[in-house]
């Protein structure tokens, strides 16, 4: 298949190079974000790794202290079963160079332990207060995992795009400038030939 070669023409000369700059620049715009997305989900790798640790440790310490708890209580499920749902999550958006990354927060509140204290015991009470934690860890792990999902898929997309413009659209655009200005510099010298030509011509006239 031929290749479409643009018309050599000084105004596509000028509108190529101008093409070529637009495409440099983007490139440049695009490898910023790239950095700026990567070290924004770097951030969040490494607090993660230390919230995951966190959270496996709670759950452990809370079911541990609930099975403490039905045992010395018998199975707590009619107490279990009285805990409201909770709805005090909320989410909002903030824009990371255009990526939107969700904030997700609980309202602060203290724990309310939603039996009495004659059906219960401390075991019950731990495990109410570790369940809170864990609770809370958890709707800032959702927070983080969801962040670094999407920042990592927009790095994606960023050097997908930073690599057409590096390795397609800026060679297309050089050779595209280096063929019009070839083939132009080439109209000029058969320019000048045809004008000596001419003007010898003239010369040899006159002398005759």
Known sequence: MAITRVSPTKGNLLAT??????????YELMDRKRNVLIREMMMLVDKVKTLRDEIT??????YLALQQAN???????EIANSVTIENGVHVVYRSV???????VSMDESDV???YGFAESNSKLD?????????KRLTILLSEIDNAIFKLARAVQKTQKRANALKNIVLP??????????EALEEKEREEFTRLKVIKNKKAKAILN
């Open 17 to 26: 190079k101008k093409s070529l700059d637009l495409a440099k620049l983007g």
């Open 57 to 62: 440790i709670t759950y452990e310490q809370a």
């Open 71 to 77: 045992i010395s209580l018998g199975v707590v499920n």
């Open 97 to 103: 160079m255009g990526v939107e990354i969700p904030n």
């Open 112 to 114: 309310v332990f939603q």
């Open 126 to 134: 731990e495990a109410t207060l570790l369940f809170n934690k864990a």
């Open 172 to 181: 297309a655009l050089k050779s595209d400038i280096k063929f019009i200005s």
